[in-house]
C-alpha cells in the first residue's frame, strides 16, 4: 500500500508502472488493475482560475491510510495506491489518484469506488476556486457527497 | 491544548492555529468558551451543523469529552477526492 500526499505533479503513467510492476515482484497474481485519476475541472464560465487545495497536514495521512485499510480489509486487493495533491493547481491538472489491484476485476472496481466516495467526504481537503477576479469560493460539499457513503454501510 | 482551523473557519477566525488553557470537559463546552471570546469566534461557530470537529487527528463529533486530548481541529465538511 501506498499513500502519497504531496503538492507536486505526478506522472500517471509512471506511477501506474511502478503500481503494476510492485505486484508482479511480490508476486500477487493479480488479474486487474483498476485506476482512476481525478482532474481539475473549469468553472461552466471560464471564470476560474486556479483551485486551491488545503489539507491537515498528519491527519489526512492517517485519515487516507485508515481508508485504504477498511478497503483491504472489505475487498480481496493485491495492493492499494492513493495518491492526492494539495496547493495550487491550475484546470486540467490531475489533483490525485487511485490504484487498485485483484484477482478478479469486480474487487478492484468496486474499491476503487468506495476509496473515491470516501476520500471525497472523510479525508481533510478543502478545495478553494479562485476566480479570474481575485474572488475565492470555499467549494460545499454536496449532500450526494454524503449519500454516496450510504452505499457502503 | 492546541486549536486548528482550517479552510472558511480558518478565515473567519482569522488564524491558523492556536494555543488554550481551557477546562472545558467537551468539544461543545469549548466552542461556547471560545464564541464567548470575541465575535469572530462567535460568528464561526454559530452553525455547528456546518463544522466538523477532529481530536487528535481522528473525526469526532460535539459532545466527545476532551479528557486528554492534545489537538482540536474545526473545519468545514471536506471536500476532497
Known sequence: MRIAVQDGLFDIGEESNRFAAGLSDSGANAGA???????????????????????????TERAIRKIADEAMARWSLADVLVIHRHGRLVPGEQIMMVATASRHRL??????????????????????????????????????????????? | MDILYFAWVRERIGLPKERVETSAATVRELVAE???????????????????????????????????VREVAFFPPMTGG
Do not use: C
Open chain 1, 33 to 59: 488493475i483498476v485506476t482512476f485519476t481525478g482532474v481539475v475541472r473549469g468553472s461552466d464560465n471560464g471564470d476560474m482560475v486556479a483551485m486551491e487545495i488545503e489539507h491537515y497536514p498528519g491527519m
Open chain 1, 107 to 153: 474487487h478492484a472496481f468496486e474499491a476503487a469506488e468506495f476509496l473515491m466516495d470516501y476520500l471525497k467526504s472523510r479525508a481533510p481537503f478543502w478545495k478553494k476556486e479562485l476566480l479570474q477576479d481575485g474572488a475565492g469560493n470555499w467549494v460545499e460539499a454536496k449532500d450526494s457527497d454524503e449519500e454516496a457513503l450510504d452505499r457502503w454501510a
Open chain 2, 34 to 68: 471560545l464564541s464567548a471570546r470575541e465575535d469572530r469566534y462567535a460568528v464561526a461557530f454559530s452553525d455547528l451543523s456546518a463544522l466538523r470537529v477532529a481530536l487528535d487527528q481522528d473525526l469526532s463529533d460535539f459532545d466527545a469529552p476532551l479528557d486528554g
